[in-house]
C-alpha cells in the first residue's frame, strides 16, 4: 500500500472506530505498542473470572471480562510433567467453567459444559501436563454462554514446553511472541460487545493481546510468533504484506517433524501457528505488517529497528512424531448440519451420543451439511489429518503431526485418525466434540461421548 493509500486507511478506520466509541487517545498517532500478555508458571493457584477495566492501547479504560485482570488472560508457562493446582472463582452473574483447549486432562479438569459453576462459586482442578511441548488455550466452556464470555474476553495462552523443543534453541525471549489474535466490536461508551447474527459473531475490528492497532519494534534477525485464533466465528487469512513466505514449525498439537513453508495460511477458530519470521532485511524505520487477507485488516505492524538480531535456521527434523495407523474407511461419519446439529440432532446435556473404546485407533469422517466453516474440536485426545475431498480438496502443512481443531469448510469431506489412549471409564471419558464457531456450539452444535 501507498504512503498515502496507508493513511487514508487509518482515516477511515479511525472514523468508524470513533462512531462506536472507540477514539484514540492521540489522533495522530494510530498505531499503539503490542501488549504482552503477563505470564505466570505452573504454581498460579487462583484463577478469577471477573469484569474488568483494562486499556487497549489507546489510554482509555474500556470494560471487558478478563481472567484476573489481565486481557487476554495470563499466559501459562508449563514444563511437560509440571502439576497445575488451580482453584476457578466465578466472580460474573452467570454460570461458568474453564476447558483447557488441548490440553488432554481427566474429565474432571477438562472443564467442559456439564462442570458448570454457579456465581460466587469455584471450581479445583488439579492435573498433571502430560503431553508434548506446544500452544494451548483456555476459554470459558459453560453451555449456551460460551460464545458471550469469550468474546467478551475470557481466553488466554497455554504454552507447554519439553526437552525436545530445548534442544533445539528456538528464538526466545524478546524474539517469542505470542499473538491472540481476535475480532471485535464495541458499544457507544467502547465497551466490548457482544451482538451476534444467526450465523454467529464477526467483530468489526481486529485485536491482537488485546490492543487495538497494534505495533512491534522487530530487531533484524528472526522471531518466534506463537498465534492463536482466538475469534468466535471469523477464519484469519494470514499473510506478510511483503509477501515472504511464513516458516511453519508447529501447530494446535506442537512441533511438526519437518518446518513448512507458506505465503499465506487459513486458521480456524480455535486453531494455533508456531511460525517463524526472518526480519533480517528490515531496515530501520522500515515497517511491514501481519494481515488478514480475507477480512483486508492489518493486524500488526511491525517496524525494523535496525538492530542485529537473531540468527536462526530451523534443523531439517523438528521432532519425532508417530504416525497413527488404522482403518482405511471410516469407523464413524459425523456431519455438521446448519448451524446447530451434528448428525441431524442438537446437543443434550443428558444424552450420550457415542461410545470409543479405549487405546483403539479409529478412523473419523467429518462432513458438511451447509452453513461452514465449522472448526470441529475433539476434547480428551490429539488426531491426525489423513485427507480432504471436495472444497479446497487438499491438505495443508499446517495441518500435518498432532491437531485438536480441524477446519472443514463448504463442500469438504475430513477424515482423521483419533485413539484415545490417556483416560477411560464410564465416567472419567466423558467428553464433548463440537464446532468451534462457538455460537453453533451454543446452538446445539456439540455431542458427549465416553471412552470405555
Given at each position: 500500500m501507498t504512503v498515502g493509500g496507508l493513511l487514508a486507511g487509518r482515516a477511515d478506520a479511525l472514523g468508524a472506530l470513533q462512531a462506536e466509541g472507540v477514539g484514540h487517545g492521540h489522533q495522530d498517532e494510530p498505531w499503539y505498542p503490542l501488549h504482552l500478555p503477563t505470564e505466570t508458571s505452573a504454581d498460579l493457584r487462583e484463577l478469577s473470572c471477573a469484569p474488568a477495566l483494562v486499556d487497549m492501547g489507546d489510554g482509555r479504560l474500556r470494560s471487558?471480562?478478563?481472567?484476573?485482570?489481565?486481557?487476554?488472560?495470563p499466559t501459562w508457562n508449563a514444563r511437560t510433567g509440571d502439576w497445575i493446582t488451580v482453584r476457578l472463582l466465578n466472580n460474573l452473574q452467570?454460570?461458568?467453567?474453564?476447558?483447557?483447549?488441548?490440553?488432554?486432562?481427566?474429565?474432571?479438569?477438562?472443564?467442559?459444559?456439564?462442570?458448570?459453576?454457579g456465581p460466587g462459586q469455584f471450581y479445583d482442578y488439579n492435573f498433571q501436563v502430560r503431553q508434548r511441548a506446544g500452544l494451548n488455550f483456555y476459554h470459558p466452556h459453560p453451555h449456551m454462554l460460551t460464545g458471550k464470555q469469550v468474546c467478551l474476553g475470557l481466553a488466554g495462552a497455554f504454552i507447554i514446553r519439553d526437552a525436545e523443543e530445548d534442544a533445539l534453541k528456538l528464538p526466545s525471549g524478546q524474539c517469542e511472541v505470542p499473538l491472540v489474535i481476535r475480532d471485535a466490536s464495541f458499544d457507544n461508551k467502547g465497551n466490548l460487545a457482544?451482538?451476534?447474527?444467526?450465523?454467529?459473531?464477526?467483530?468489526?475490528?481486529?485485536?491482537?493481546?488485546?490492543?487495538?492497532?497494534?505495533?512491534?519494534?522487530?530487531?533484524?534477525?528472526?522471531?518466534?510468533?506463537?498465534?492463536?485464533?482466538?475469534?468466535?466465528?471469523?477464519?484469519?487469512?494470514l499473510a506478510l504484506s511483503n509477501g515472504a513466505p511464513f516458516t511453519v514449525i508447529g501447530?494446535?498439537?506442537?512441533?511438526?517433524?519437518?518446518?513448512?513453508?507458506?505465503?499465506?495460511i487459513d486458521l480456524g477458530m480455535g486453531e494455533r501457528l508456531d511460525l517463524l519470521v526472518d526480519f533480517s532485511a528490515l531496515a530501520a524505520g522500515q515497517s511491514l505488517t501481519l494481515r488478514c487477507l480475507a477480512a483486508r485488516w492489518d493486524l500488526v505492524q511491525f517496524v525494523g529497528t535496525g538492530v542485529p538480531g537473531v540468527v536462526y535456521a530451523p534443523p531439517a527434523i523438528l521432532s519425532t512424531i508417530e504416525s497413527l495407523s488404522g482403518p482405511s474407511q471410516p469407523t464413524r461419519t459425523f456431519t455438521f448440519d446448519g448451524m446447530s446439529r451434528i448428525n441431524g440432532?442438537?446437543?443434550?446435556?443428558?444424552?450420550?451420543?457415542?461410545?470409543?473404546?479405549?487405546?483403539?485407533t479409529e478412523r473419523w469422517r467429518f462432513k458438511t451439511g451447509g452453513n461452514a466453516p465449522h472448526p470441529v474440536h475433539v476434547h480428551g485426545a490429539s488426531f491426525q489429518v489423513v485427507s480432504r475431498t471436495g472444497g479446497r480438496g487438499r491438505l495443508f502443512p499446517w495441518e500435518s503431526g498432532w491437531k485438536d481443531t480441524v477446519l472443514l469448510n463448504d463442500k469438504e469431506t475430513v477424515d482423521v485418525l483419533i485413539r484415545f489412549d490417556a483416560f477411560r471409564g464410564e465416567y472419567d471419558g466423558q467428553?464433548?466434540?463440537?464446532?468451534?464457531?462457538?455460537?453453533?456450539?451454543?446452538?446445539?452444535?456439540?455431542?458427549?461421548?465416553?471412552?470405555?
Open positions: 471487558v471480562l478478563a481472567y484476573n485482570g489481565s486481557f487476554p488472560g452467570e454460570e461458568t467453567i474453564t476447558h483447557w483447549h488441548g490440553l488432554i486432562i481427566d474429565y474432571q479438569n477438562d472443564g467442559g459444559p456439564l462442570l458448570g459453576v457482544y451482538n451476534p447474527t444467526s450465523s454467529g459473531f464477526t467483530g468489526k475490528f481486529p485485536l491482537v493481546n488485546g490492543t487495538l492497532r497494534p505495533t512491534l519494534n522487530v530487531d533484524q534477525g528472526v522471531y518466534r510468533f506463537r498465534v492463536l485464533n482466538g475469534a468466535n466465528a471469523r477464519v484469519f487469512r501447530n494446535d498439537g506442537g512441533l511438526l517433524r519437518s518446518p513448512a513453508t507458506a505465503s499465506s440432532q442438537e446437543y443434550d446435556m443428558t444424552r450420550v451420543d457415542f461410545r470409543v473404546p479405549f487405546g483403539v467428553y464433548v466434540m463440537h464446532c468451534h464457531q462457538l455460537e453453533h456450539e451454543g446452538m446445539g452444535m456439540m455431542a458427549n461421548f465416553k471412552v470405555i
